[in-house]
């Protein structure tokens, strides 16, 4: 399997029982009855295997014991449940739930992107993390991104280019998590999306409007039109989607390991395709400069988790470069602060009044998230996560109007007093909106909350030739110049670096003992949709489930806020602009997944009831 993606040297910790190899395993995350008794969904006149897990049902919340696992689709989830049942611990499970996401979510994860992966040791009651974002060629610098006359380059342009592709994180992600804490081999882990991939699955609405959003870009890239769009046009609902291309791809990652991609033929025909994109007839687009070298000198990064306390509970999640943890818990932090400011309870305070405080929490933090947090040294963690600051900051809240937009950020610096000015900020122009994440807990009390992406919905467009899987745009997370001009910007592209994220998996202990994991995809708004789970939990008294189906707002210090139609359109929107808050009402934010974990051990998963289609939670014994 050749030299693994790691930095340091780590002790063995495969301990794989006699008789369940995963040979054993794997055949039961793919051919127990649960998954593989689908009836055949093909065509007219088409053959070929039964597809994966038609029969599979969308539950948003389950209750049980001896494991649960939380994602957005049901097939994904079933293979977690089976790794569970076999004896595999939660490590193992996520693995190859993620693998199976990537085939039956391809714009939103997979082979090609990058993630973050936090893990809670119920032994030993400790968090730790996986950095596996993607990172830029070696050639590039802080104007990679910008014209001759220094302005930034057409967006989508570089999106949908090679220019945006950055070194894949997500194999290596998996060989080192199951290095790390697994019980199985990640070739047997990886059995359950081959078999997925090459047998298929039926296509839902989801998948097919996503094909459909996409398919004018994808037709600029032969092999993605081919692969994607069969026949010329997004799959039909109902119908069985085959991708034997990315078959062969996780046959390579069973049979040689991350070296598949990072040393070997997939990484090969990956950095051809990105420094040369093949393109339809009459078009073209930028040629990326990313580097065999680029590949093989790709590591991930064994990380200490970001902490904040939050109630008395422990609140852990990714550090730099993902500014998640930092900015949930300078929200919740903020919200805290308002409570002494105002002296009342947040858990008491009505619902526009409970919002109102959570937007200005997340403007706040927005600002000085996009002004301090960054794949740079220097980054003042422990300052922005201090109660000291966020106390200093909340003297610009009021209960009885929205601050002025943007929100200036503030000065995290150790020297703090009652109110100290601060420096007017800029705002980002873009924000991706896909990604997924799934949770899970095994019988042992072990969690894992990852999260995982190739960035926008279809990442950069492009599949790699043979291979069947589609290439990030994650270098686009850069910023192409300066968010506030005149002030140092932390998330300029540079030589291997790794751009700022908003992912935010999350793992919260409550003394000592595993009490939620959560998380969501949706770009800079996953930061506010895990701050508002936690929230409506802890705070309004929702349980899990309930707080997953709230509806959500999402204040990021722009010019107007991010409201679901429940809050925008009605009383509590009016409310909101009466306190000056600009409210710009949009579909679905997010689509989250959570595990709750009662006093007693009993597991509550919990996904998305319609966001994104609906997710799927499952639980190893359902309560009757």
């Known amino acids: ?357 959570f937007s200005e929490a997340s403007a706040t933090a927005f600002a000085d998230r996009n002004r301090y947090v960054g794949d740079v040294r220097g980054v003042p963690t422990k300052e922005l996560l201090s109660q000291g600051f966020a106390d200093e900051r909340a003297c610009l809240f009021s209960g009885a109007a929205a601050m002025p937009r943007p929100v200036p950020f503030g000065s995290p610096d150790g020297r703090y007093t009652d109110c100290a000015p601060g420096t007017p900020s800029g705002i980002l122009p873009h924000d991706g909106t896909s990604t997924t994440h799934l949770s899970v807990v095994d019988r042992w009390g072990n969690a894992v909350a990852y999260t995982s992406t190739i960035e926008q919905t279809g990442g950069s467009g492009i599949t790699v030739p043979g291979w069947g899987f589609i290439l990030n745009n994650e270098l686009t997370d850069f910023d192409f110049v300066p968010v506030t001009p005149g002030v140092p910007d932390p998330n300029l592209p540079g030589p291997s670096k790794r751009p700022r994220s908003s992912m935010t998996p999350t793992i919260v202990l409550d003394h000592g003992r595993l009490d939620v994991v959560a998380g969501s995809p949706g770009g800079a708004s996953i930061i506010t949709t895990v701050s508002q789970i936690l929230l409506g939990h802890y705070e309004r008294g929702l349980s899990i489930g309930d707080a997953l189906a709230a509806p959500r707002l999402s204040s990021r210090n722009g010019s107007s806020e991010q409201a679901e139609p429940a809050i925008a359109d009605g009383a509590v929107g009016a409310g909101l602009r009466a306190l000056g808050h600009q409210l710009a009402s949009t579909p679905e934010i997010g689509a989250a997944t959570a595990i709750d974990v009662g006093r007693h051990g009993e597991l509550t998963a919990a996904a998305e009831p319609t966001r994104r289609g609906g997710g799927s939670a499952m639980v190893v014994r359902p309560r009757r």
């Open 1 to 357: 399997m050749g030299t693994p993606r790691r930095t340091t040297a780590v002790r063995p910790t495969r301990r794989v029982a006699a008789g369940l190899a995963l040979g054993v395993a794997a055949t039961l995350a793919v051919a127990s009855p649960s998954v593989a008794s689908a009836e055949h969904h093909d065509r007219p006149g088409h053959g070929g295997p039964p597809p994966v897990g038609h029969q599979l049902p969308k539950v948003a919340v389950m209750t049980g014991s001896g494991g649960a696992v939380a994602s957005v689709d049901p097939v994904a989830s079933q293979v977690g449940i089976d790794v569970l049942k076999a004896g595999g611990n939660a490590t193992d499970a996520a693995v190859a739930t993620a693998a199976a996401l990537g085939v039956t979510e391809p714009y939103s994860t997979g082979i090609g992107g990058g993630g973050f992966f936090v893990h809670y040791d119920a032994r030993k009651h400790r968090v730790e993390t996986v950095d596996g974002r993607e990172a830029a060629p070696a050639t590039y610098d802080a104007n990679q991104f910008r014209g001759p006359d220094g302005t930034a380059m057409d967006f989508d342009t570089v999106v949908n280019s090679g220019q945006s592709v950055g070194a894949p994180g997500t194999p290596a992600t998996w060989e080192r998590a199951v290095d790390r804490w697994g019980t199985r081999r990640l070739g047997e882990l990886l059995k359950p999306a081959e078999r997925i991939a090459r047998n298929g699955f039926v296509v839902d609405q989801t998948f097919h409007q996503q094909t459909l959003d996409n398919a004018e870009r994808f037709s600029t890239f032969p092999e993605t039109a081919r692969v994607f769009l069969p026949g010329g046009t997004a799959p039909a609902v109902g119908s069985v989607f085959r991708n034997p291309d990315m078959a062969r791809a996780f046959r390579e990652l069973r049979t040689h390991g991350a070296d598949a991609l990072y040393e070997g033929r997939i990484g090969r025909d990956l950095v051809a395709e990105v420094r040369n994109p093949t393109t339809a007839p009459g078009k073209s687009v930028l040629k990326g400069e990313l580097t065999t070298r680029d590949l093989a000198r790709y590591r991930v990064l064994d990380k200490a988790p970001v902490h904040s306390r939050y109630r008395g509970k422990d609140v852990y999640g990714m550090p730099v470069p993902s500014s998640g943890g930092i900015g949930l818990g300078e929200i919740l932090n903020l919200v805290e602060a308002y409570e002494e400011r105002t002296g009342k309870d947040t858990s008491d305070v009505g619902q526009v009044q409970y919002l109102h405080r």
